[in-house]
């Protein structure tokens, strides 16, 4: 529930804050070792961000509540897009550059749009269908070198199917959203992150079968932490549009690539290509284009429905 004091610069504060929180989770996942299961990843990732979560729900009163819902197939859904977009991320996030990651994960609102529009119904007009086109391009500019990997063959096509997998997490995640839209109309939004992570943890344990590792410490370690970092940066999410509108808070998800390209220098001595910062470039563009298309239309929405009253 959206808090009636309005702060936009705390808001911002807990945008960026949730930002550094989740790109501190993808270094520590990094850092865990890349022969990691993807569906393991998973499991530690969701499992440890319900301590936080509960922890968050419980002190605002509100872990009760969130574990009542009205659409539990909504939950299902939602939940099994999720857990296969995050897998497909992970994946690609252990055999790829972290900013390249960070960056191809942008195609997410862009697919989103076009979703909004085939499942939901939304009226996207020339403007967004341009951002979105271009947005696409800039996609294809990062993650073509990577494709033309498959002709070499050997290890380095991991690069190119992580690449893909993380333009498939882009899809399923945008699926995802369209489904969150929807639970939005009769959820609480403590109920769509308490279930999602109690659903992931679950169907993570499926891939018991296929690879799990006894990890080392280390490992173990930084998966926990990377789990417990997940919890956090959800609830400093939830708190940064508790105090501002979402097009106020949305532009600051882009300031990830440049801490991450920070990051990634400093702990992994990875450097962005050229065309990764072009492409980068485009789709920052065309999601800050995006939603200031979709603020100005809000501001249209919100003086009509205030001039028939």
């Given at each position: 529930m959206r808090s009636a004091t309005v702060n936009p610069m705390r808001g911002i504060a807990f945008k960026v804050g949730s930002v550094v929180v989740f790109l501190a989770m993808q270094t520590f996942i990094k850092l865990a070792g890349s022969d990691i299961q993807p569906g393991q990843v998973t499991f530690c990732r969701s499992f440890f961000a319900l301590f936080p979560i509960m922890a968050y729900l419980a002190y605002r009163g509100q872990l009760r509540s969130a574990f009542y819902t009205a659409n539990?197939?909504?939950?299902?859904?939602?939940?099994?897009?999720?857990?296969?977009?995050?897998?497909?991320?992970?994946?690609?996030?252990?055999?790829?550059?972290?900013?390249?990651?960070?960056?191809?994960?942008?195609?997410?609102?862009?697919?989103?749009v076009i979703f909004a529009a085939l499942f939901l119904g939304e009226t996207v007009r020339i403007y967004r269908w341009s951002a979105v086109f271009f947005g696409m391009v800039g996609v294809a500019i990062i993650s073509w070198p990577k494709l033309t990997l498959f002709r070499e063959g050997g290890i380095h096509s991991e690069q190119a199917i992580g690449a893909i997998t993380v333009l498939l997490a882009s899809v399923l995640g945008g699926m995802a959203m369209i489904q969150v839209r929807r639970l939005v109309?009769?959820?609480?939004?403590?109920?769509?992150?308490?279930?999602?992570?109690?659903?992931?943890?679950?169907?993570?344990?499926?891939?018991?079968?296929?690879?799990?590792?006894?990890?080392?410490?280390?490992?173990?370690?930084?998966?926990?932490?990377?789990?417990?970092?997940?919890?956090?940066?959800?609830?400093?999410?939830?708190?940064?549009?508790?105090?501002?509108?979402?097009?106020?808070?949305?532009?600051?998800?882009?300031?990830?690539?440049?801490?991450?390209?920070?990051?990634?220098?400093?702990?992994?001595?990875?450097?962005?290509?050229?065309?990764?910062?072009?492409?980068?470039?485009?789709?920052?563009?065309?999601?800050?284009?995006?939603?200031?298309?979709?603020?100005?239309?809000?501001?249209?929405?919100?003086?009509?429905?205030?001039?028939?009253?």
């Open positions: 539990p197939i909504g939950h299902l859904k939602r939940g099994t897009l999720g857990i296969i977009s995050m897998g497909l991320g992970f994946y690609g996030l252990l055999h790829l550059p972290l900013p390249e990651a960070i960056a191809l994960g942008y195609a997410m609102p862009l697919v989103a109309e009769e959820e609480k939004t403590a109920t769509i992150v308490l279930y999602f992570s109690i659903i992931a943890t679950v169907f993570s344990l499926v891939t018991v079968p296929v690879g799990w590792q006894v990890l080392d410490l280390k490992p173990q370690l930084l998966l926990v932490a990377a789990g417990f970092c997940g919890g956090v940066a959800q609830i400093l999410l939830t708190e940064s549009y508790r105090h501002a509108d979402v097009s106020t808070v949305a532009p600051f998800e882009y300031t990830s690539i440049v801490i991450g390209s920070v990051i990634a220098y400093f702990v992994f001595g990875d450097v962005p290509s050229g065309s990764t910062l072009m492409g980068t470039a485009i789709v920052v563009a065309a999601g800050i284009f995006i939603i200031y298309r979709e603020h100005q239309l809000d501001l249209e929405r919100r003086a009509a429905r205030q001039a028939g009253s």
